[in-house]
């Protein structure tokens, strides 16, 4: 990662932090591999140098509570920031040379194609399958005075092969597997098996839980298998 990336992405959540709104967003996406390291302090379990990637995926787990009002594009425009319509439907997501910010919500029902609008955030959100596989358990990492949410790594791994399933391009299927396998070994390491084995148990419905073990089965991850399949 380049460090004028990461200088300014710790300038949005210093943003976010002042105006009030940083604690109704949970960071998910690839960027979380870069804020675990505090909770891996000894593993080298990603090549932080080697992770370019521009998107910057914040989940917006309880829309109704967002009591705090702030203008985001207003917010980030002195930045560089400029907003940029996705497809018919008009998705907002924040453009920059360096980064691209994007707001999630978890998709309920049969779904919509429409954006989710957070009138009081001046943007709207994409609504995707899958996100609450990650808000039920989470951390916060502290980042110089404050602190930001992640999911688990257990949660965020186990739904990264999930989504490596539904990937259409393989070089991002491939690189979201790595990145869960990897992952997963490093929570072995460092003796929590048992936090995999119950996040799998307690969220992943038995038709998930299939996949899951399929993509371990073809890659030959025995320990993460053994950890999935253990006696409770």
Not at 8 to 30: H, M, P, V, W, Y
Not at 164 to 174: I, M, N, P, T
């Amino acid at each position: 990662m380049e460090k004028k990336q990461y200088d300014l992405c710790l300038e949005i959540l210093k943003r976010f932090k002042r105006a009030g709104i940083l604690d109704n967003f949970i960071l998910i996406g690839s960027w979380c591999t870069y804020f675990y390291k505090d909770y891996f302090p000894n593993a080298s379990y990603v090549d932080y140098a080697g992770m370019k990637t521009r998107d910057i995926d914040f989940l917006v787990d309880n829309p109704s509570k967002v009591k705090n009002k702030a203008d985001i594009p207003h917010l980030l425009e002195d930045l560089g920031f400029v907003i940029d319509l996705k497809g018919d439907q008009g998705y907002i997501q924040l453009d920059h040379p360096d980064l691209i910010l994007e707001f999630l919500v978890q998709e309920k029902g049969k779904g919509t194609d429409k954006p989710y609008s957070l009138p009081s955030l001046g943007v709207n959100a994409t609504p995707l399958r899958f996100l609450n596989l990650l808000s039920p358990n989470t951390i916060k990492v502290k980042i110089e005075n404050f602190y930001l949410t992640l999911p688990h790594p257990a949660n965020f791994a186990l739904h990264k092969l999930i989504i490596s399933q539904r990937r259409l391009k393989g070089e991002k299927a491939l690189k979201d597997k790595n990145t869960a396998i990897l992952i997963l070994k490093a929570l072995i390491s460092k003796g929590e098996s048992h936090i995999i084995k119950r996040v799998f148990d307690h969220l992943f419905i038995k038709k998930l839980q299939n996949k899951i073990i399929s993509i371990l089965e073809e890659t030959r991850e025995e320990a993460i298998l053994e950890a999935l399949q253990s006696v409770k």
